[in-house]
């Protein structure tokens, strides 16, 4: 007796089907940020440590130097970067612990494109972080910054960018990845370098050469920089203290607009996101 075989109708893919992939990944970063208020604090203590204290300590030794700025109010825009640069790569990590559990798995199976996947995850990785930024926003009257509307946009902005662009990062590096450690020390050995040549703790102005051409190849440079400009404009500092402090940055001769710089982090973000969806076709 023959027996009759039983179609399996596999739902099409389209935009719609992708759309609904991007939601849900970016409403699951949301929902794992939000029930996780450990991840939420222990994010914040280094960024906190290094503006209170570190910067408190440092400006006691430059106060002379910089007459009529707190050296805090220098290092904030650069806190403000480690704290999503930070808070980013932790997101981007998570795909690390789904292919443990299995969840990656379901999530490459399902009828939609894997761009989708990974778009959604950029996203939710950088609201995510851009959620943790505004806490450091909140801070902003304690170290003489002021709570101007205008720059309070700018900066989540610029946060937003710098953020789906260092998530587009962690997720290239966590797509191939199979345990955390690995992970975890690929980010530390790219990201605190990175962080420490941008600018975000010490001036850019009167570097030795070879320190300012590494600051100048460096791609966060041109993430902090942005922000340290949004907040020296709406300060009132000596021209002294701002050539030194807010030098911006430079190619020789030029001065390197932040229009240009912005355009340099976002150009960045989409080659990543790109080199991050051709790892995830790649994916098992």
Known sequence: MATEAISVRIPARGAGHDLRAIKIVLHREMLRFANDRTRMLSMLVQPVLWLFVMGAGLGSLVRGSIPGVDYRTFMYPGMISMTVIMTAMFSAGSIVWDREFGFLREMLVAPVSRWAIVV?????????????????????????????????????????????????????????????????????????????????????????????????????????????????????????????????????????????????????????????????????
């Open 120 to 284: 959604g995850k950029c996203l939710g990785g950088a609201l995510v972080a851009v959620g943790q930024g505004i806490i450091i926003l909140a801070m902003a009257g304690l170290v003489g910054v002021p709570y101007s509307p205008r720059l309070l946009l700018t900066l989540l902005a610029e946060m937003f960018l710098a953020a789906f662009t260092i998530t587009a990062f962690g997720v290239t590096l966590a797509a191939r990845m199979k345990n955390m450690q690995t992970f975890f020390g690929l980010m530390q050995m790219a990201i605190m370098p990175m962080m420490f040549l941008s600018g975000a703790m010490f001036p850019l102005a009167g570097l030795p050469s070879w320190l300012h051409l590494l600051t100048v190849v460096n791609p966060m440079t041109y993430a902090v920089d942005p922000m340290r400009q949004a907040v020296f404009s709406h300060l009132e500092v000596p021209a002294a203290a701002e050539a030194m402090l807010n030098p911006g940055v430079r190619w020789f001769d030029y001065q390197v607009p932040v229009g240009v710089e912005l355009g340099i982090v976002a150009g960045l973000g989409v080659v990543l996101l790109g080199v991050a969806v051709a790892q995830f076709r790649k994916a098992e």
